[in-house]
């Protein structure tokens, strides 16, 4: 009986890694390309901006929505309805070839980001039913090492095709559409969740976290660290195609973030992780004074040393994060209480994605500029509590 619920409990993890991997990588691949093309299709930093506002909407609309669904019986259920609309998406924009209006292109970025950012707080609870509690970050470590492994091989490949014109856009969405498909097969093999336990509503848990000093801090200091982030991730596409004019760089620096995240990973063998957080905050610091010199230096090798670093720190604490909030809080508020975070980090996302196309359009060096001095002043205030 030992041995047979062993081989179930490695199968259903083997089935939830398969199934957020292979989803990743599409979406990975998805993502690369879009930033790219959007500054060939469009010529706009502010339309990048725009568009990965629009995302960060379809994730706030989705923080909300998941909380509920999570706490819920239909936890399964809404991961197969996602996966399946998500696929459907896909082939309808590749056959039409609709992406090329730009309105039309922001509700599509919109539609499929719902997948994407529904799924995250229904894993991350369905984990947290599914897996062991003393299993959780090994299981969590596990889980970010694939994802950056993956991140290392996709964009330069990707982008590297995209650029020698021998991957279209249309060709990319059906490859996203592919890696739905698996990742639905994935999700219907999984045990059913047999969740009695009523959830709280979120004026319960917001409540909860307010009471909880720690937990309150750090889901507000996440929030703004996703709004100077959003700044860093419309800085790499522009960095390599209007600074050093070279768009296949692109997929190379989000390889180089990825080595940064495997780094990362990995030094938790060493650098054990607490639940202060504090070698993260000030790898994040050391990171933004790192990334402070590309302005004056235009170095590509400086680039891919600052996000490096700055990847490894975010990593570390992202795992970190994640662990503290499925050991700390109870499962019947563990649905709502990830909700609430992911809401913060997703305004975030809304709000600086359109301040940052905006500023970027502006002035690179005051942009950069803004994104450094957030890190700094966002860490300092964690670290000062301690």
Same mark, same amino acid.
């Given at each position: 009986?030992?041995? &047979?619920?062993?081989?179930?409990?490695?199968?259903?993890?083997?089935?939830?890694?398969?199934?957020?991997?292979?989803?990743?990588?599409?979406?990975?691949?998805?993502?690369?390309?879009?930033?790219?093309?959007?500054?060939?299709?469009?010529?706009?930093?502010?339309?990048? #901006?725009? @568009?990965?506002?629009?995302?960060?909407?379809?994730?706030? %609309? *989705?923080?909300?929505?998941?909380?509920?669904?999570?706490?819920?019986?239909?936890? +399964?259920?809404?991961?197969?309805?996602? !996966?399946?609309?998500? *696929?459907?998406? *896909?082939?309808?924009?590749?056959?039409?070839? @609709?992406?090329?209006?730009?309105?039309?292109?922001?509700?599509?970025?919109?539609?499929?980001?719902?997948?994407?950012?529904?799924?995250?707080?229904?894993?991350?609870?369905?984990?947290?039913?599914?897996?062991?509690? !003393?299993?959780?970050?090994?299981?969590?470590?596990?889980?970010?090492?694939?994802?950056?492994?993956?991140?290392?091989?996709?964009?330069? %490949?990707?982008?590297?095709?995209? /650029?020698? /014109?021998?991957?279209? =856009?249309?060709?990319?969405?059906?490859?996203?559409?592919?890696?739905?498909?698996?990742?639905?097969?994935?999700?219907?093999?999984?045990?059913?969740?047999?969740?009695? &336990?009523? #959830?709280?509503?979120?004026?319960?848990?917001? /409540?909860?976290?307010?009471?909880?000093?720690?937990?309150?801090?750090?889901?507000?200091?996440?929030?703004?660290?996703? $709004?100077?982030?959003?700044?860093?991730?419309?800085?790499?596409?522009?960095?390599?195609?209007?600074? $050093?004019?070279?768009?296949?760089?692109?997929?190379?620096?989000?390889?180089?973030?990825?080595? #940064?995240?495997?780094?990362?990973?990995?030094?938790? +063998?060493?650098?054990?992780?607490?639940?202060? %957080?504090?070698?993260?905050?000030?790898?994040?610091?050391?990171?933004?004074?790192?990334?402070?010199?590309?302005?004056?230096?235009?170095?590509?090798?400086?680039?891919?040393?600052?996000?490096?670093? $700055? /990847?490894?720190?975010?990593?570390?604490?992202?795992?970190?994060?994640?662990?503290?909030?499925?050991?700390?809080?109870?499962?019947?508020?563990?649905?709502?209480? =990830?909700?609430?975070?992911?809401?913060?980090?997703?305004?975030?996302?809304?709000?600086?994605?359109?301040? =940052?196309?905006?500023?970027?359009?502006?002035?690179?060096?005051?942009?950069?500029?803004?994104?450094?001095?957030?890190?700094?002043?966002?860490?300092?205030?964690?670290?000062?509590?301690?």
């Amino acid at each position: 009986m030992f041995l &047979k619920n062993e081989v179930l409990l490695i199968s259903t993890e083997y089935k939830i890694i398969t199934s957020k991997t292979v989803s990743f990588i599409g979406t990975l691949g998805f993502n690369a390309v879009l930033n790219i093309w959007i500054l060939h299709y469009f010529h706009s930093s502010a339309i990048l #901006g725009n @568009a990965n506002a629009y995302i960060g909407a379809s994730a706030f %609309i *989705c923080s909300i929505v998941g909380g509920y669904i999570a706490d819920g019986k239909h936890l +399964k259920s809404a991961l197969l309805i996602s !996966d399946l609309i998500a *696929c459907l998406v *896909c082939v309808i924009s590749a056959v039409t070839q @609709a992406f090329k209006e730009l309105q039309i292109m922001y509700v599509i970025v919109f539609l499929l980001n719902i997948n994407v950012y529904l799924n995250s707080p229904l894993f991350k609870t369905l984990s947290g039913h599914l897996i062991a509690k !003393d299993q959780l970050v090994k299981f969590n470590v596990k889980l970010s090492f694939l994802i950056q492994l993956v991140t290392i091989i996709i964009p330069p %490949i990707f982008t590297s095709l995209y /650029s020698a /014109s021998l991957l279209s =856009f249309q060709t990319v969405l059906f490859v996203n559409a592919a890696s739905f498909f698996i990742s639905f097969i994935c999700v219907y093999q999984l045990p059913k969740i047999h969740n009695k &336990k009523k #959830g709280i509503n979120y004026q319960k848990a917001l /409540s909860n976290i307010l009471k909880y000093r720690v937990l309150l801090l750090l889901i507000i200091t996440g929030g703004l660290l996703n $709004l100077i982030l959003s700044g860093f991730n419309i800085l790499s596409p522009i960095y390599a195609t209007q600074t $050093l004019h070279n768009s296949n760089l692109y997929g190379y620096f989000l390889a180089f973030e990825s080595v #940064g995240g495997i780094l990362g990973i990995l030094s938790i +063998k060493w650098i054990k992780l607490s639940d202060n %957080i504090l070698f993260e905050r000030w790898s994040l610091v050391f990171s933004a004074l790192s990334l402070l010199l590309i302005i004056f230096f235009k170095s590509t090798l400086l680039f891919i040393f600052s996000i490096s670093i $700055l /990847s490894m720190s975010i990593s570390r604490y992202n795992v970190s994060v994640q662990s503290f909030i499925q050991k700390k809080v109870a499962l019947v508020q563990l649905g709502k209480v =990830f909700s609430i975070s992911f809401m913060f980090a997703n305004l975030g996302t809304i709000i600086g994605s359109y301040l =940052f196309g905006q500023l970027f359009t502006l002035s690179l060096p005051a942009a950069i500029i803004t994104i450094c001095l957030g890190l700094v002043l966002i860490d300092l205030v964690w670290l000062a509590k301690e």
